[in-house]
DNA sequence: CGCTAAAGTTAGGCTTGTCGAACTTAGCAT
DNA sequence: ATGCTAAGTTCGACAAGCCTAACTTTAGCG
């Protein structure tokens, strides 16, 4: 038990969040992929893997997609509780919009020490989930889960509450914002009137969304059942 | 005009604040005096020297002390304000107290970015002066000053406005803190009773310092006149 | 089954920032 | 004036991260 943190750089993490990422996905991605994810060359992902291997945080075996141990992954949820945090502190305590405050972050996750945190974390009265609706891991990692189904699975008629909103896209959080469907807000699935469109009720507001768009808003219905096909490929 | 901001490394931050404060309070320092004060070993200190000096932001002769470019002041300036945006931020928001925060800041300070900063001192209300009274420039660079003399040179019977303490103890922030001597708190000084001590009268208390610590409070004093000695050696 | 293109790795180089060991300079003290 | 010591520099090394160019492996396809 060393009294040393043995100090992940900034680069470190972030390679093993996105490999968390990947995992939890159930993607994987080898080094080319990965590259272009960091926006950096290949042969800079073969050399990082293999010092991130050598600290014990991920497995790596040349030609091979790595894995995660579990430290490594430790380490990832560590930092995703920061970002998480930070985010939910930048919209509520500094007025920043949910479509600007990811971008921020993501210096200031790798700088924020465990004692600002704590504080943060305590200010907020210990929130369990981000301006996205993503979940907040404890202290002890363990991340808060419920059961949530894209908006396109909602049947016609039903009710539920936008509980998570996919925040892989600037704009679309821009546009998402101008319909108000943040979590916590109400909504009504209307009868379809255009294929690949889909009609929602938000408020007073009668909304039309794209299907591509549509499922990148996870609810929770109420009370009513879910319309239960056999899985849906692809989500 | 580069549309490039050519990104300072925190190390590089850390020198060049380090020289302006050096700068600031008259005294010059060599290769190994920097060395101790960064933690850091004498050659170290010589490449950063050369590599600050190649990007104009010292000028550097070998075995002459360093001095900061315009460039390299502005630099340190724009750290400064980080700095001290960021500890009133910690302490009027999170709780912290005026004994901590200066720790805390350190990795932030170089992390932050400006639309964050630029919240900050908007939900601060722009705030002059930081927890311990020393003051915050603006975006322009300038520092607002005022003239403040130390305790140890308010006459007997003097009243004052303490409003600036010097930070560079710990220790000390957190024995002034007891005696209630934050910037703002309005102090009369009483008859000296014993050699090298001082009285002072702080709300109904009634407090003895040493002159070592006296010396590090700064004073606006309440219209009465300040006995005006021939200056002071040393500060 | 064998070829080829894409994916991945290796080799060698660069920058920043650090170190220890060895050398040089400056400045003081006799 | 000269010599000694402390301050300062140079040299060679190392680690993290990044790059390009060249090589190797994998896997898909005919
Ligand atoms: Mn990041
Ligand atoms: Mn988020
Ligand atoms: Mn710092
Ligand atoms: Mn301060």
Known sequence: MSLETPRVSSSAEEYLLTLYRLETSNERAGSSQLAKMFGVKAPSVTGMLRRLGERGWVRYQ???PPELTDEGRRIAVRLVRRHRLLETFLVQFLDYSWDEVHEEVQQLEHTVSEKLLERIDIKLGRPRYDPHGDPIPGQDGRLPSHRLIPLTRLQEGGRAQV??????????????GEIGAYPGTSVTRLRTRRNGQLSLRVGRREIQLDGD???LIWVKPNRAPVAMQ???RGM
């Not at 509980?163 to 998402?176: E, I, P, Q």
């Open 213 to 215: 768009i549509a499922r």
């Open 163 to 176: 509980s998570r909103v996919d925040n892989r896209s600037r704009h679309l959080l821009t546009v998402l």
């Open 62 to 64: 040349r030609y091979r």
């Open 230 to 232: 056999a899985r849906e």
